[in-house]
């Protein structure tokens, strides 16, 4: 591995159904990140990880879950799938002991719900 | 409410200079990224200001005035792969990232 990763690049899921998207990083970084990204929109934090064992909401939780049980990993679930879900997963992470937290992104999910 | 501005699209020629700007109304500042973004891929990291005044590194220069709350892009001697989204984002006090909605730069031949 090298850098970050997602699975699974794409994903069409019926509404209603539970799906958890996954991140993996071989960086060491403390803090992870997941963002959504909606055309016109930008990115838009969702849920972050200053460091493993703990998470914070972000922008736009709602509908959304993670945990942070190793520094690697940072799965994000949805619980029970709505159309408005319907997005690009970005997982990022970086380096918070450094002077500036740059952010290193996965390569993306596309998430098509039903 | 925090507020990151950008010009949602631009276009440019090949060869020639485009500024792309970028204002932001945020509650404090902590430094300002530029990232590009090519069509269907992850965002990758451009620039970093957090003093003012102009960082360059190669063809893409970077500006920053906190004072008025402005940073800009620079691209120079522009090549049919900078073709790109350019996303600016803002670091809050709480040291959270703000996002702009990108610029979509088209460079035509």
């Known amino acids: 591995i090298a850098g970050i990763t997602q699975a699974p690049t794409s994903q069409i899921l019926a509404a209603g159904r539970r799906m958890t998207l996954r991140c993996t990083q071989d960086?060491?970084?403390?803090?992870m990140y997941w963002y959504r990204q909606d055309l016109g929109l930008g990115l838009r934090l969702i849920h972050y990880?200053?460091?493993?064992?703990?998470?914070g909401k972000g922008e736009v939780p709602d509908g959304y879950s993670v945990s942070r049980a190793n520094t690697d990993d940072f799965p994000l679930t949805l619980a029970s799938a709505v159309p408005s879900q319907t997005s690009v997963y970005f997982c990022?992470?970086?380096?918070?002991?450094?002077?500036?937290?740059?952010?290193?992104f996965g390569p993306g999910t596309r998430l098509t719900v039903l | 409410g925090q507020n990151i501005d950008q010009p949602t699209e631009m276009t440019a020629t090949e060869g020639a200079i485009v500024q792309i700007n970028c204002t932001y109304q945020?509650?404090?500042?902590?430094?300002l990224f530029w990232y590009q973004q090519h069509a269907g891929e992850a965002p990758t990291f451009l620039s970093y200001?957090?003093l003012d005044g102009l960082e360059e590194k190669g063809r893409f220069s970077s500006f920053l005035s906190r004072s008025k709350g402005y940073s800009y892009l620079l691209l120079k001697e522009l090549q049919m792969k900078d073709s790109a989204s350019y996303l600016c984002?803002?670091?809050?006090?709480?040291?959270?990232?703000?996002w702009g909605a990108g610029t979509k730069l088209i460079i035509k031949p």
């Open positions: 990022a992470s970086s380096d918070e002991l450094a002077g500036y937290n740059e952010q290193f």
């Open positions: 960086m060491r970084h403390n803090a």
């Open positions: 990880s200053n460091t493993a064992g703990t998470t």
């Open positions: 945020t509650s404090g500042f902590n430094g």
């Open positions: 200001n957090v």
């Open positions: 984002a803002v670091i809050d006090s709480n040291y959270q990232l703000i």
